[in-house]
């Protein structure tokens, strides 16, 4: 059986130093609400042969949970909890669509470690402030051991479980610009609260006379990642924003969409209700001053 080691570096000078002089597997733990789940799994499972020994890498002392704001974008560090972004008043300003997010996403005893960083990374195609941070467009920072980088979110996900972060990056911190238009995010769930979803979408929409001049839709569980639906985009933007116009959008996002069927519903039923989360996201964001 291999052994588990926890350190908990504050610095990234310690941190990365830890991952140089280590022969150790090495993961970073946030709030713990993925990773312990799947660490008690891993311990009741038979050993497998030859695994190297785990050393697990707190977050918590590197700063990284604090909002911020300029006169152009907002920073939220990576452990920054639901809670704490939920009740934040910069984020409340600028970005109304996450408090509406944050409700939906599980309960208040998880949404009080959990953080926005580790629904990240996590990678999974049902998490929530995915689709949201899509439709803002939403940069995401990584730094490791060679300096950051930054990564635009439409293109962070490679699949299920995946990133393109590499082992030793840490993902530090989410900028977002602030814009001119409003978004909203839906998520249907088989039960009203305490519940990941079986079909989720974010719209952004910026509009003139009620003509759309620019859109970001997404949606989340009916692939390998949560998508950005360019043809729903396309189909509205440079039209008048009726609710004719809309349902005729929303039905494209069944082109960019490849469901299956899971514990929480079939591959039929999420591609029926997709269009109609895509439309309700829209309308929303639509509504929202
Ligand atoms: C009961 C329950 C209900 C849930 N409901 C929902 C729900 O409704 N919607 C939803 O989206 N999720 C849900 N989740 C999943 C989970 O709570 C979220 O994904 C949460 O945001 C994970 O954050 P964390 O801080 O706990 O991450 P952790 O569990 O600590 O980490 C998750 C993964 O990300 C990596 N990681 C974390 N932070 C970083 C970082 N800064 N840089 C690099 N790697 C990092 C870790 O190594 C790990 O692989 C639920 C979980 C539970 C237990």
């Not at 490849?258 to 029926?272: E, F, G, L, V």
Request: hydrophobic fraction near 40%; glycine fraction near 6%; proline fraction near 3%.
């Amino acid at each position: 059986m291999r052994s588990y080691f926890y350190e908990s570096p504050s610095s990234f000078e310690e941190l990365f130093q830890i991952g140089k002089t280590t022969s150790n597997e090495v993961k970073f733990l946030a709030g713990g609400t993925d990773f312990v789940p799947r660490l008690n799994y891993e311990l009741n499972e038979v050993p497998k042969e030859g695994q190297k020994d785990l050393t697990i890498i707190s977050l918590s002392k590197l700063g990284l949970d604090t909002i911020s704001e300029s006169d152009e974008e907002i920073k939220i560090g990576s452990m920054v909890t639901f809670t704490e972004m939920k009740k934040n008043n910069i984020v409340n300003k600028y970005f109304p669509v996450f408090e509406e997010t944050i409700k939906e996403l599980a309960g208040l005893s998880v949404r009080n470690v959990a953080t926005i960083g580790g629904n990240i990374m996590n990678a999974s195609p049902a998490a929530d402030i995915v689709p949201t941070l899509m439709a803002l467009d939403a940069v995401l920072v990584l730094k490791g051991p060679n300096g950051e980088r930054e990564i635009c979110s439409k293109d962070f996900f490679k699949g299920n479980g995946r990133t393109v972060a590499q082992e030793q990056e840490v993902l530090k911190e989410i900028v977002i610009k602030k814009q001119k238009g409003t978004s909203s995010f839906k998520k249907l769930g088989r039960r009203k609260a305490e519940t990941l979803s079986v079909v989720n979408a974010a719209a952004y929409i910026e509009k003139e006379n009620n003509i759309c001049k620019k859109a970001r839709i997404t949606i989340g569980s009916v692939a390998p990642t949560v998508l950005r639906c360019k043809e729903v985009e396309e189909a509205l933007i440079g039209k008048e924003l009726t609710d004719e116009t809309m349902k005729e959008a929303s039905l494209k996002v069944i082109d960019s969409i490849s469901p299956i069927d899971d514990i929480r519903a079939t591959a039929w039923y999420r591609k029926k209700v997709s269009p109609v989360m895509v439309r309700r996201a829209i309308k929303s964001a639509c509504d929202a001053e």
